[in-house]
């Protein structure tokens, strides 16, 4: 039997690393495509890039996906790939949209030309939920997002949704709860607090400056996460789902125990700035997985305090060198 072959878009990124090794665990072949840029981070994929195949696309061109489709020929693709942090996501909407939202729609329609039985995997996000109707929040919980990034990915939901009916496209959707790592972007506030933990904790830093400590998240590890985009592409119908842990922390939590870690009292470090205080706030978030752990067997392995002692020892050692 010919080995199965997945495309990652976003395979730099810290969920696109980790869906990368999984994959190549299941004896999959693995494509990443890249952007034609003049910088280009690998530092996420190094380990496994000599077992990768690279390939230039972008999802502002539905041309080049199309050349990339036929070429590679994948029975698998996921799209990962995004202007993901909600903060630019106020500065750069116009950016965001193109890419967040209407890149599905070229990714899909690329797919629906090239070879619709590839089965197509969608990044959604609990941003999109924004500000809650109901808590927890389900598969069937009403949309209200709060930031350009949460109505793009909105948009890039419903035309998965809408490809999938209209074309009966093996397309689903992973509604996404936070998912963080030692491979989180800096710009995100969870590691933004165990890199300054560690600065601080080597001496090299006496201060972290954050915006709204009450803010709660539901906060899972990306590498539990990736397993769950698998797992919806092996059902036999496709479908959404919502991948969370059910349980929910504040940012003043997080810095308690990343400070705690270390032998710190948070409070003697953290300054809350008004700068990083988002136009239009997202209180609470915490979803209801049920239907993920009943229909794909699904559950997430590291808890919250593992995933931020982990996210601290990592920036430890990476200052250390």
């Known amino acids: ?25 299941q004896g999959y072949e693995v494509i990443g495509m890249i952007r034609r840029s003049s910088t280009v981070n690998f530092e996420r994929i190094r380990h496994i890039q000599d077992r990768i195949t690279l390939t230039p696309g972008d999802l502002l061109d539905e041309v080049s996906l ?33 890419v967040t939202a209407l890149g599905v729609t070229r990714l899909l329609d690329a797919i629906r030309i090239v070879d619709p039985e590839i089965r197509f995997y969608q990044a959604s996000s609990s941003e999109m939920f924004g500000k809650v ?37 093996h397309a689903s959707s992973g509604i996404l709860f936070n998912h963080e790592s030692p491979r989180r972007g800096l710009e995100f ?19 972290l400056r954050l915006g709204n400590l009450d803010a709660q998240r539901d906060w899972g590890f990306a590498g539990d996460y990736v397993r769950a985009m698998w797992l919806m592409l092996q059902q036999d119908k496709p479908g ?11 940012v003043r939590r997080f810095c308690e125990l990343a400070f705690g870690y270390v032998g710190l009292d948070y409070r003697k470090y953290v300054v809350v700035d ?16 049920s239907r993920a752990r009943e229909i794909l067997g699904w559950k997430p392995e590291v808890s919250f305090e593992q995933l931020v002692e982990m996210m601290v020892e990592a920036d430890i050692r990476m200052l250390r060198g």
């Open 189 to 207: 506030v969870t590691r933004k607090i165990s890199h300054g933990v560690a600065r601080i904790a080597l001496g090299l830093d006496n201060e």
């Open 240 to 250: 959404d789902y919502v991948v969370a842990t059910g349980q929910t922390h504040s």
């Open 274 to 289: 008004e700068r990083f205080f988002r136009p239009a706030e997202v209180d609470l978030l915490v979803g209801d997985a």
């Open 66 to 98: 199309i050349h990339m489709l036929r070429e590679h020929r994948p029975t698998e693709v996921y799209n990962l790939a995004a202007q993901s942090f909600v903060q630019t996501s106020f500065s750069q909407p116009v950016f965001t949209g193109e």
């Open 133 to 169: 109707v109901e808590v927890p929040q389900r598969e069937t919980t009403p949309f209200y997002p709060r930031s350009p990034y949460g109505v793009a990915k909105v948009y890039g939901h419903w035309i998965t949704v809408n490809y999938r009916e209209s074309y009966g496209m």
């Open 1 to 25: 039997m010919a080995r199965k072959r997945a495309l990652i878009t976003g395979i730099t990124g810290q969920d696109g690393s980790y869906l990368a090794e999984f994959l190549l665990e």
